[in-house]
């Protein structure tokens, strides 16, 4: 299905500025299709004036559908009876007198014509499943009386007004509960689920005749500050919560405005009890984590220091190259573990990690006259790559000082690239060629097996090879992150 920035560019010769005011309605149509309990369509003109696009679609909640297949990208061609076009050419409210049949379902029609900087951008159709409609009741005739406000509201440009958007995850909807509030504050409506949300805050009664500034300002005070004048003193779309020891609802205030002048709020309300107890316990484990990391950090360091202690403190050369890259290996890790304390999440900024473990790696090495650069950036890395992945740029940077550099003065170079799922890292020194005999599969050193290993493991890829354009080696290291 298209877009409506689709539908808009390859259909019609609207605007940018035209279709950032479409695509604002459409973020917000849905309150009207709930109120109104219709299907929406947005009609946009093509450069023709005879023929019109459907560019967006949205169905109630509320009630049935009255359209059974999804109309974006359809259009309407020299329907010269059409109510999209009688709207666009009258640029006033057009509907139906009687209920048409579609499908040999009764549905009733409106279209509204959507002007800004004196000319029509879309057309707004209503259809209405009238056979769905349940029985009329207070709550039936407050949504649709409340949708006539909306409807006459955003003919007139009104609606949706500038303000907070809805956040679709977490905003309160007509069905979560709906209050209604006349233009002198007073509670003229509340359903049902408003009703409970509020009684769990510890509010009696069912609302009704309530001065609804009051019923805030008589909330706990730890609940309702600062709320007990979000009603009464801001005329945009806001939305705020009401937390308390047993309940917490969040709620969403719409402005009202009949014939252009202020008369009420529409109040939506969505009892969030159980999403902000799993929040606080989903921060509660992040938090977890974050101090295991730090522990695990922290005591890596701690073996890391024994180990060199350990180093220095042997008389046989073996031993003490040995303690010193296992101190290296372990202080490598220990490096992941500080960053994942410090921000976990599902994946590391491994710039970071790598500038450290570059600056680590030339400072063991005690090779000042060793030049090490970072090109590009390793991206994102998921977090249970990133450990492998330091202790083979670990090894595989060592490895370049001490066998590529030996005792001379060069340059060691990682450049890093992300490109469709797979980060490539190539380390580049200038020193001695290696042989063209060598075959990485034949070494007996330790490093390069482990290198091999973890990124086996990664299911990547690992090479070693002669710089094809001047002297020195050049590893390659190709491994998924997608």
């Not at 709207?87 to 049949?101: I, P, R, V």
């Not at 890292?425 to 390069?448: A, C, H, K, Q, Y």
Request: proline content about 5%; aromatic content about 4%; some cysteine.
């Amino acid at each position: 299905m298209l877009s409506l920035a689709e539908v808009v560019a390859l259909r019609t010769e609207l605007s940018a500025a035209d279709l950032a005011d479409l695509e604002r309605l459409v973020e917000e149509w849905e309150l009207l299709a709930d109120l109104s309990f219709s299907d929406l369509i947005l009609w946009v003109p093509d450069a023709d004036p005879n023929v019109f696009w459907a560019a967006a679609q949205v169905r109630p909640t509320t009630g049935p559908t009255a359209l059974e297949d999804d109309v974006v990208g359809d259009d309407i061609s020299y329907e010269v009876d059409s109510l999209v076009m009688e709207a666009y050419l009258s640029q006033e409210l057009a509907h139906t007198s009687g209920n048409k049949l579609h499908a040999g379902i009764p549905v009733e029609q409106h279209a509204v014509p959507i002007s800004r900087r004196g000319r029509v951008i879309g057309i707004v159709e209503m259809h209405t499943n009238r056979m769905g409609v349940r029985a009329p009741g207070a709550l039936e005739e407050t949504y649709l009386d409340l949708a006539t406000i909306l409807r006459a509201m955003m003919f007139r440009g009104e609606f949706p007004m500038d303000g907070e958007k809805p956040v679709p995850w977490i905003s309160p909807r007509v069905v979560d509960g709906l209050i209604r509030v006349d233009g002198a504050g007073n509670v003229i409506f509340a359903s049902p689920n408003s009703v409970s949300a509020f009684r769990r805050l510890g509010v009696p009664g069912d609302l009704l005749g309530e001065e609804f500034r009051h019923v805030l300002a008589t909330l706990p005070a730890e609940t309702r500050m600062p709320t007990d004048t979000a009603v009464s003193d801001r005329v945009r779309p806001h939305e705020f919560d009401l937390d308390s020891t047993t309940a917490a609802v969040r709620l969403r205030v719409q402005p009202l405005l009949c014939a252009g002048r202020p008369c009420g709020y529409l109040i939506m309300c969505r009892d969030t009890t159980e999403l902000r107890s799993r929040e606080r316990q989903l921060v509660t484990k992040d938090a977890t984590i974050r101090e295991i990391h730090h522990r695990v950090k922290n005591n890596l360091q701690t073996v890391s220091a024994l180990l060199r202690l350990q180093a220095r403190r042997t008389a046989s050369d073996e031993t003490r190259n040995a303690l010193s890259d296992a101190q290296k290996r372990v202080a490598a890790i220990a490096v992941v573990h500080e960053i994942l304390s410090q921000a976990f999440d599902s994946s590391v900024r491994f710039d970071d990690v790598a500038d450290r473990l570059l600056m680590m790696v030339r400072e063991v090495a005690a090779m000042h006259h060793v030049i090490m650069r970072r090109e590009g950036s390793f991206g994102y890395v998921p977090a249970a790559a990133a450990t492998s992945l330091s202790l083979v740029l670990t090894e595989i940077t060592q490895n370049a000082i001490e066998h590529g550099l030996g005792e001379g003065a060069g340059t060691v170079t990682v450049r890093a690239a992300q490109n469709d799922g797979r980060l490539v890292v190539e380390v580049i020194n200038d020193g001695t060629s290696m042989p063209t005999s060598f075959r990485l599969e034949d070494s007996d050193s330790l490093g390069l097996s482990i290198v091999a290993t973890l990124v086996a493991d990664l299911h990547g890829r690992f090479e070693v090879l002669p710089r094809e354009d001047a002297p020195g080696t050049r590893a390659v290291i190709d491994i998924p992150v997608a």
